[in-house]
């Protein structure tokens, strides 16, 4: 596996859908109930959903009325998302540090910490800029990202979770930069051993990337109830901005 591009690899395997099956889909669908009730976003508004996943919650802006597309890397997400597919909602493969040429949006929405995955920090700016071209003048970036903070300072190192009769045996370490989830399990008399890395990205980090790209924060929330952000307490980190 190639560590500079993990995500690339696991994202595309069916353990990973495994590991992550249990997400909570009604709390998802009121996070992005109250979101587009907070920005106040009309039917058809045009939004993108960078780095869906299989769509769950384009599936949820599109039952709002929003007319949605849906991108991610992973090819095998994107055929499973397709399967929900309409006139106003689209998926397709995509990388997030390219534009997407001769479109523009309202709204880009990046939830469930999905950013931060690269080695190269300039691809963080690649990402960011290719947001700013894709929206509209005082459009919406709205990113849900892991509360840094706290995680580092309530680190769980090792835990086990059985999902789908497997095992996976899973351990955490913070490296000054990275929080590191490794990810060891045996199927089928095969040992298998993946390696997330997110960048421990805090406030400050988003709030210098933003304004050097021309977008400014408006809003910070510390959880899906769109409670106010805490960095010690809160669970998450919900940033609303709005392109200069």
Same mark, same amino acid.
């Given at each position: ?42 039917? =058809?508004? +045009? %939004? ?12 949820? *802006?599109?039952?709002?009325? &929003? $007319? ?55 691809? =963080?700016? +690649? %990402? ?12 919406? *970036?709205?990113?849900?990202? &892991? $509360? ?97």
């Amino acid at each position: 596996m190639d560590s500079k591009e993990w995500f690339k690899s696991w994202f595309d395997t069916k353990y990973y859908h495994s590991l992550y099956k249990n997400r909570d889909e009604v709390e998802a669908k009121l996070f992005v109930t109250k979101l587009v009730s907070f920005l106040g976003l009309k039917k =058809n508004t +045009k %939004v993108l959903d960078l780095a869906c996943g299989k769509g769950r919650h384009s599936i949820t *802006l599109n039952e709002l009325g &929003m $007319n949605v597309l849906g991108v991610d890397l992973s090819q095998n997400s994107i055929v499973s998302a397709k399967t929900y597919e309409n006139e106003t909602l689209k998926f397709q493969v995509h990388d997030m540090r390219e534009e997407i040429s001769n479109t523009r949006f309202n709204t880009v929405f990046n939830l469930f910490t999905s950013f931060g995955y690269f080695e190269d920090v300039s691809d =963080n700016q +690649k %990402v960011i800029k290719s947001i700013y071209n894709m929206l509209e003048k005082d459009g919406f *970036l709205v990113i849900d990202f &892991m $509360n840094s903070e706290k995680i580092i300072h309530t680190l769980v190192k090792n835990e086990t979770k059985n999902e789908d009769q497997i095992t996976f045996n899973i351990s955490r370490e913070y490296d000054g930069k990275h929080i590191f989830k490794h990810i060891k399990f045996n199927d089928e008399s095969e040992n298998f051993h993946f390696t997330e890395r997110v960048q421990a990205l805090k406030i400050s980090d988003f709030q210098q990337l933003l304004e050097e790209n021309g977008i400014n924060i408006k809003h910070t929330f510390g959880d899906f109830n769109l409670t106010p952000f805490n960095p010690e307490l809160s669970d998450r980190l919900i940033i609303i901005a709005v392109k200069n």
